[in-house]
């Protein structure tokens, strides 16, 4: 029992040290990359449009997105703004926006020296590399505390806004999985079933003013740049979900994550050869906790705002469905589903995701969380032909060095990731 007792101790000690270090660590590094504050940022009208030529016309039937007086015809939308929330396959969908930004030279609004726009502070133009007021971007996709009033002083006013929603319960499951780790108040649970004892008492171990206490508490609000402690009755949570239905066109959801591509190609006009991919970023089974009935009532209640938001989204994402035809749904996402099949047995050794220590290439190694090596990543098939040899490669590399061969210095994030693998948790 004392020898319990006293590992048990060591391990809380231990956490308390490392956890000091690190939040040294990211403070210095902060303030080392921060950029300075602009106060007076000279207000340049952004151009209506960002499109850098004119786009080409794609025959279509029964769409949305139809031009008034060209029946069957619509114009691909190239300014765009994707939302990219956590732990909400929004790796995948930056792959396809990525591919789609190189295949038509579109540019891109990225972050300076990391992966992120120095989240969790609310996003400001000046975060954006080499701004200067009046440029012209296309597309920015990059992990944001969204902040509309610096957003849409950036992006042209055709810009179309989506984002990608997930059921909170299987998003609070994965988040405390995650990002556990990095939340102080965390450490203090020691029975081995960390998120069951969470849940039977949150407000016991969550602190609302604790580090890193926001990925464990209506994560899906925060990120929109809401306050995630306000209670799912105050006024103020269907004010901001009305706000939200207002700037963005769409919002998919992870569940029906097909239909939801079908939804966006039909709503920027794309072909559905832009909408290939892999399933990035994924955990391998034995990580993933299946929530019991009882657990999953707990997390969405623990997570009431986000869960109102996803039922406020989940109607509308049906009812455009419903407008975009059942049939027809059916139809193109069984299209979607050979076609990934048929890029599967082209470009992935073995057709499938293997665990992180059976990727032989370092560059197709995926970011992984703290502690374990629980996401996985695929091997590229030797001898592709050449005709998809650079797609095969593109729809295969990890968020992380496609930033980086899109130019993206990333030194913060590298730095972080060296000290993270030396710490031997």
């Known amino acids: 029992m004392i020898g319990k007792q006293g590992r048990q101790w060591r391990s809380i000690c231990k956490g308390l040290i490392l956890g000091t270090l690190m939040t040294s660590c990211m403070i210095l590094l902060y303030c080392l990359s921060a950029p300075q504050v602009q106060l007076n ?6 151009p209506y449009s960002c499109a850098h030529r004119p786009a080409r016309t794609l025959q279509v039937s029964n769409s949305s997105q139809i031009s008034p007086g060209l029946a069957g015809t619509c114009t691909p939308k190239v300014d765009v703004m994707f939302m990219k929330t956590h732990k909400t396959a929004s790796s995948t969908l930056l792959n396809i926006l990525f591919r789609f930004g190189e295949k038509h030279r579109l540019k891109f609004a990225f972050p300076n020296s990391r992966n992120d726009f120095f989240y969790p502070s609310l996003f400001q133009r000046s975060q954006v590399k080499d701004y200067r007021p009046g440029m012209c971007f296309n597309i920015i996709c990059n992990h944001m505390r969204f902040n509309e009033p610096e957003v849409i002083k950036l992006l042209p006013s055709d810009t179309t806004y989506v984002s990608i929603l997930r059921d909170p319960a299987e998003l609070f499951e994965s988040s405390f999985h995650y990002f556990g780790r990095l939340a102080p108040f965390t450490w203090k ?9 969470f849940l039977q008492d949150p407000w016991h171990y969550f602190d609302p ?24 009755d105050d006024p103020r949570v269907d004010e901001s979900i009305r706000s939200i239905a207002e700037r963005f066109r769409l919002v998919m959801l992870v569940e029906y994550f097909e239909e939801s591509l079908i939804l966006l190609k039909d709503t ?10 892999f399933k990035l970023n994924a955990r391998k089974g034995s990580t993933v906790s299946r929530l019991k009935p009882e657990l999953r009532a707990q997390a969405l209640q623990w997570n009431g705002i986000d869960w109102k938001l996803y ?10 469905v419903e407008v975009y035809g059942r049939q027809r749904m059916a139809k193109d996402v069984e299209e979607l589903q050979r076609r990934n099949k048929e890029m599967a047995a082209i470009c992935i050794e073995g057709g499938q995701a293997v665990e992180a220590s059976s990727i032989q290439e370092t560059a197709m190694q995926p970011w992984q969380p703290i502690g374990e090596k629980s996401i996985m ?4 098939k030797k001898n592709i032909d050449k005709k998809h040899r650079k797609l095969c490669r593109k729809m295969l590399t990890p968020e992380l ?5 899109l130019g993206v210095n990333l030194w913060i994030t590298r730095l972080w990731g060296y000290v993270r693998d030396v710490i031997n948790w």
């Not at 649970?189 to 004892?197: F, N, P, Q, V, Y």
């Not at 920027?268 to 991919?277: G, K, Q, R, S």
């Open 377 to 380: 990543g695929y091997n590229l």
């Open 189 to 197: 649970i020691s029975a081995e079933d960390k998120l069951a004892e």
């Open 311 to 320: 039922q406020h989204f989940n109607a509308t994402f049906w009812r455009k």
């Open 41 to 46: 940022l000279q207000e340049v009208p952004v």
């Open 268 to 277: 920027l006009c794309w072909e559905m050869e832009d909408l290939l991919f």
């Open 401 to 405: 060095q496609y930033l980086t061969n």
């Open 209 to 232: 003013e604790g580090y890193n206490s926001f990925y464990l508490k209506n994560l899906l609000f925060f990120d929109f740049g809401f306050d995630n402690t306000m209670e799912p």
